[in-house]
C-alpha cells in the first residue's frame, strides 16, 4: 500500500474538512464494503502459496520426507506438516 497526497485526491471542500479534524496526521480510509478483494489476489501471491502447497502434497504423496520438503521449500517441518494434512495426507 503506498500514500497518496490528500491534497492531490481530494476536493478542496473534503480536504478542508479533514483538515479541520486531522491535520497533519496519517490517516487509513479503508475500502468501501462490499470492494474489498481477498488477500493475495491482486499481488498473485495466493495462486503461488496454492500451486507450491499442491506441489509439495504431491512430493509428499510420492515419498519425499517432510524433513526433505522443509529442506526444499525453506519451511519448518511444522508448516510442511500442515500443509500435507490439509489434504489429509498424514
Known sequence: MHYHN???VLPIRLLRAVQ????????????????KTQWGSRSGAKLRYTER?????SRYLNGESLVTLAGTYYLSADSIRK????????
Do not use: D
Request: proline content about 3%; aromatic content about 6%; glycine content about 12%.
Open 6 to 8: 490528500a491534497a492531490n
Open 53 to 57: 502447497n499442491a506441489e509439495i502434497r
Open 83 to 90: 500443509i500435507v494434512r490439509h489434504t489429509g495426507a498424514v
Open 20 to 35: 479541520a479534524y486531522a491535520g497533519g496526521e496519517l490517516l487509513y480510509i479503508p475500502a468501501q464494503t462490499g470492494t
